[in-house]
């Protein structure tokens, strides 16, 4: 599986590479929810969400590095001669485009949330405004009306493959692959502009977490 999602970046990333992952011209200074970051075939995802899934991904990355005792230099490179930073943008980039391809057909599976299920999205919207640090939610700047919204699409999208992937195995992978083959990637100048230039998490901060839990 872990081969499978690597693969799949990698079509991402060179298909951004071959349509040179065109920008239009600056766009005007608008809020985050109502600027276009990145536009894949039809669908388009908002600033508020891309800095939602790339932020959390550098921040993911950076605390792995420090429980392994080490700190990621997103400037060094991963493999198949990646940079760290672009690298980690490149996984964003294709879960947010598989995400709103499978988002696209909602309606064609008739996918309903459970009152459980709706409860664990409002759980997941009040844990990352409670137990986030100020750090990430400063860099990210979503409103809660926003973030729930971006879960839902999350938990739909995943609905929807769950739904193709029963009637036949790996249909899924398939489907968004072609779909790929057709589609034209855009990263607009903001998305470009996110940058991971400072550390959302340090040694510091682990060294302070482990101090408290060893006081209580």
């Not at 605390?63 to 005792?69: H, I, K, Q, R």
């Not at 990646?82 to 996918?111: C, H, P, Q, T």
């Not at 855009?186 to 996110?194: Q, S």
Request: hydrophobic share 35%; aromatic share 12%; charged share 35%.
């Amino acid at each position: 599986m872990k081969k499978v999602k690597y693969l799949l970046f990698i079509c991402i990333l060179m298909l951004c590479i071959a349509s040179g992952c065109d920008r239009k011209e600056p766009q005007e200074n608008k809020p985050d929810d109502k600027t276009v970051a990145i536009v894949v075939g039809d669908y388009k995802v908002m600033l508020d969400e891309a800095k939602y899934y790339v932020y959390n991904s550098q921040a993911t990355y950076e605390l792995y590095f420090l429980s392994e005792g080490k700190e990621i230099n997103w400037n060094g490179y991963m493999r198949d001669n990646i940079i760290w930073e672009d690298g980690v943008k490149g996984f964003a980039l294709s879960s947010m485009s598989r995400r709103e391809f499978f988002y696209g057909l909602r309606d064609k599976y008739n996918v309903s949330f459970t009152v459980e299920e709706k409860d664990k999205i409002d759980r997941t919207v009040e844990d990352f405004f409670k137990e986030s640090s100020d750090i990430i939610k400063n860099k990210i700047s979503i409103s809660k009306e926003r973030l729930k919204y971006v879960v839902e699409k999350k938990e739909i999208a995943t609905k929807v493959e769950d739904i193709i992937n029963a009637a036949k195995d790996k249909e899924a992978d398939k489907m968004y692959l072609r779909w790929l083959e057709t589609s034209v990637c855009r990263g607009e100048e903001c998305w470009e502009n996110i940058h991971f230039n400072d550390h959302i998490i340090t040694k510091e901060d682990v060294s302070k977490a482990q101090k408290i839990e060893g006081e209580r």
